[in-house]
């Protein structure tokens, strides 16, 4: 009896390569490349895709073309939601603009401290648009760029943001820091904080306003509330004890 040979197996196709690991972006661009297609930060209102972009960029810096200053001065340009949107409405290339761009509030006293440091960074970084904006008022861009709080401060190249930052610290050597991780761009070394960078352009104090969409807020909510109790059950007795109240008080007067 001749033994039987089982049918050859079919050989298992090879198993795909892990994907690299965070310590391993900067040895895999073209990884990289298909993550931040895949992860664009306007697109998302979560911290990590930006966190992602800072360490995948760390791999590759953007190129950025320098500005031409055409004698406009080195200091912050606060825009409307029409300026930035014109600023940042280039197409997307290998080379091209590169925008720092604060989403501020006047009330915010983080915004009003980290203030004279961002003001400062128009000089450090000539070549780069240093931009701040008032969510407050312009709030129709805040889900569009992921600003959930303020401050936020975003790196656009072109019109695409690529990094925003997220350390505790907002200083002027930390926000320098940032912008050479992602551009390659360092800082001018002489330029410091100075006096009149608690001046302006973007307030180093905290604007103390009305605010007139709050007040109108509580109005509604009384107004609302009254509006329930008088035609609840409860509403409705307290109405019928004072109009018997006044009733036996006229009552009482008439016999007098």
């Not at 966190?51 to 960029?57: C, D, R, S, Y």
């Not at 073309?65 to 080195?74: C, F, N, S, Y």
């Not at 029409?82 to 197409?91: D, F, N, S």
Request: hydrophobic share 40%; aromatic share 12%.
């Amino acid at each position: 009896m001749s033994a039987v040979v089982p049918p050859p197996r079919e050989a298992l196709p090879p198993t795909p390569p892990p994907p690299p690991q965070h310590q391993g972006f900067s040895q895999s661009p073209s990884y990289t490349s298909t993550l931040l297609a895949f992860c664009p930060a306007h697109d998302s209102d979560f911290t990590f895709p930006y966190l992602l972009i800072n360490a995948l960029n760390k791999a590759k810096h953007i190129k950025c073309v320098a500005r031409d200053l055409k004698g406009e001065p080195l200091q912050v340009e606060i825009v409307n939601s029409h300026t930035l949107l014109q600023h940042l409405g280039a197409k997307n290339g290998t080379d091209g603009h590169c925008y720092v761009v604060l989403f501020f509030a006047p009330w915010c006293t983080f915004c009003a401290r980290m203030a004279p440091h961002y003001n400062a960074i128009a000089r450090a970084f000539p070549d780069l648009h240093v931009l701040a904006i008032n969510a407050a008022h312009f709030s129709n861009l805040n889900s569009r760029y992921g600003t959930i709080s303020v401050p936020n401060v975003l790196i656009f190249h072109n019109s695409k943001a690529v990094a925003r930052f997220n350390k505790s610290f907002r200083t002027l050597k930390s926000f320098s820091k940032f912008i050479h991780n992602i551009t390659g761009i360092r800082a001018n070394a002489s330029v410091t904080v100075m006096p009149w960078d608690h001046e302006g352009p973007l307030p180093s104090s905290v604007l103390e306003e009305a605010d007139h969409l709050l007040w109108l807020s509580w109005a509604f909510v009384f107004l609302f509330s009254c509006t329930v109790f008088c035609r609840s059950t409860a509403g409705q007795r307290v109405f019928e004890a004072i109009r018997d109240f006044g009733h036996e008080h006229h009552h009482h007067q008439h016999i007098d």
